[in-house]
């Protein structure tokens, strides 16, 4: 017996997860198909939302605009599935080195928007740091894996979720619709992070996969109400768990935990962390960004059943609501997408899938 809906998604992390929401809240009908034996990148990101980056201390893309609609979403399913999802979590800086605290130093004098300084005798307790303190207001720390698993939950009992492969090679492609097997659908749209890459359609997209680790381990004492970053960033994981983790690699000859990362986090740990630790495990996961650092949103320039919601790389938890909304009304009422995520700027390169 054949499934009609308007729109299949393809996977269910992050970016399926809100792709889905927002289906499910404006009352359009939808599967998503997710194939559970391939490990998300979600699943091991550490869920900060950060309205500052990099060592120039600077705001990140379109801050303005994304954080208090991510803010507002994170709430919203929050609400709906009556779990905690999102708490602000101001981040702690403590100064690497003398340059980055004078980087801090001018930005609060120049572009003091989220900069906040800090008592040092609050923090000498927890941390080394002859630089001193900073801060920084308004980031959140998400429980992405509760989020999803929790989603999920509500999608197979609403008989929305499908746990398989999905191979091109089975879709049918009518005039105004697609048949994926038993289920026939107006719309696809590909949200399934590095397998995008060889997807025929849209793996010509610039896709730079890079890979992240993290360790999690136990700090007793440690207040988890706030994210620490000095060289390394510490992140409220689960209960007294702790995400610890860097840099991410654009190469990699392996998917695999490194001794090397483990042992250069060890390392700073020990630099500025007064308080004993224990290890306990050591997650990896990788991320389908690219060299642009900007998403890859839109419809297919030649495949107009086909669109894709991909590339959020390291900003995914505050990118993921904002671009899965712009698609989805881009597709409904024909608003545009941001021009620097609209995969229009690959046209030319897509017209040849």
């Known amino acids: ?11 269910q992390g992050l970016v399926g997860t809100w792709m889905s929401y927002q289906l499910d809240q404006a009352g359009i009908s939808y599967k998503i198909i997710n194939d559970e ?6 699943s091991v990101a ?9 060592r120039r ?26 779990i905690p999802i999102i708490q602000q979590a101001p981040v702690i ?38 630089q001193g303190f900073g801060g920084i207001s308004e980031c959140y720390w998400l429980d992405v894996n509760a989020m ?20 091109m090679q089975d879709v049918v492609f009518h005039e105004n619709k697609v048949t994926w097997k038993n ?56 209960q007294d768990l702790f995400w610890v983790g860097s840099n991410y690699e ?13 042992e250069k986090m060890i390392e700073n740990l020990n630099q500025f962390l007064n308080l004993p630790y224990e290890i306990v495990d050591h997650i990896v996961g990788i991320r389908p960004t690219n060299t642009q650092r900007r998403p890859f949103v839109g419809i297919h320039p030649t495949h107009s059943q086909l669109a894709i919601c991909n590339g959020m790389g390291t900003k995914g938890c505050s990118l993921a609501p904002y671009f899965t909304a712009q698609l989805l009304a881009h597709w409904e009422q024909g608003t545009p997408i941001e021009s620097e995520a609209s995969i229009k700027r690959f046209e030319t390169i897509l017209k040849e899938n």
């Not at 550490?46 to 990099?54: A, M, Q, R």
């Not at 654009?250 to 483990?262: L, R």
Request: proline content about 7%.
């Open 183 to 238: 289920i026939v659908a107006e719309k696809i749209i590909f949200c399934d992070g590095i397998s995008s890459m060889q997807n025929p359609f849209f793996k010509s997209l610039p896709f730079a996969p890079n890979k992240g680790e993290a360790l999690i381990i136990k700090i007793p004492g440690l207040p988890n109400k706030n994210i620490y970053k000095n060289n390394i960033s510490i992140i409220p994981w689960k």
């Open 46 to 54: 550490s869920g900060v939302i950060n309205p500052v980056t990099g």
């Open 148 to 167: 999803i698993a929790s989603w999920k939950n509500y999608l197979i009992s609403h008989n929305h979720y499908v746990n398989a492969n999905f191979d």
């Open 93 to 130: 800086l403590i100064h690497p080195s003398e340059q980055m605290l004078e980087s801090f130093n001018y930005r609060m004098q120049h572009e003091n928007i989220y900069l906040i300084k800090q008592d040092p005798t609050q923090w000498t307790p927890y941390f080394k740091a002859p």
């Open 250 to 262: 654009w190469t990699f000859n392996n998917v695999q935990p490194s001794e090397a990362f483990k």
């Open 1 to 11: 017996m054949q499934a009609e809906v308007k729109y299949i998604i393809i996977g």
């Open 57 to 82: 201390i600077v705001q990140t893309w379109m801050i303005e605009t994304i954080l208090p609609f991510a803010v507002k979403a994170y709430s919203s399913i929050q609400e709906k599935l009556n």
């Open 37 to 42: 034996t391939i490990q998300s990148a979600s």
